[in-house]
């Protein structure tokens, strides 16, 4: 079994960052465990108030589906009351928008990252750039 390090996570945090540099956006990143614990956090300067808490929350969503954020946020698009639901079920620690990006080691579940701060594009594009290998 391989632990999620801090400088695993401290990496993945620097490369969402220079991605969201290169797309001229302010964001802030949340690296958690695979028990959707946090292990690592930035908020680039000039980033959102928010963007913290929507970055967990996205992370958080990722593993708790074992999905990246996206594909969850488009299944709940035809079901807004299952969605308002389990938000409120998760004590509001879920959030279906794109940037929760689940990270694997072959079939094993790493962690996640999210990303908040940019369109919901960007922000899914930067948490794959930082978990790619």
Known sequence: MSNLTLKQ????????CAKASQLGVKVSV??????G????????????ILTPDIARGKAFTAIAFKSHSKDIA???KERPAAALGLTQASGNKIVFLPGGVLAR????IL???GVSGASSDEDHECGIDAVSA
């Open 9 to 16: 996570a401290e990496e993945w945090i620097t490369k969402a």
């Open 30 to 35: 949340v690296v958690v465990d695979a028990g």
């Open 37 to 48: 614990n946090p292990v690592a956090f930035a908020r680039m300067d000039g980033a959102g």
């Open 74 to 76: 488009e299944r709940m």
């Open 105 to 108: 080691k072959g079939d094993e």
């Open 111 to 113: 962690g996640a990252v």
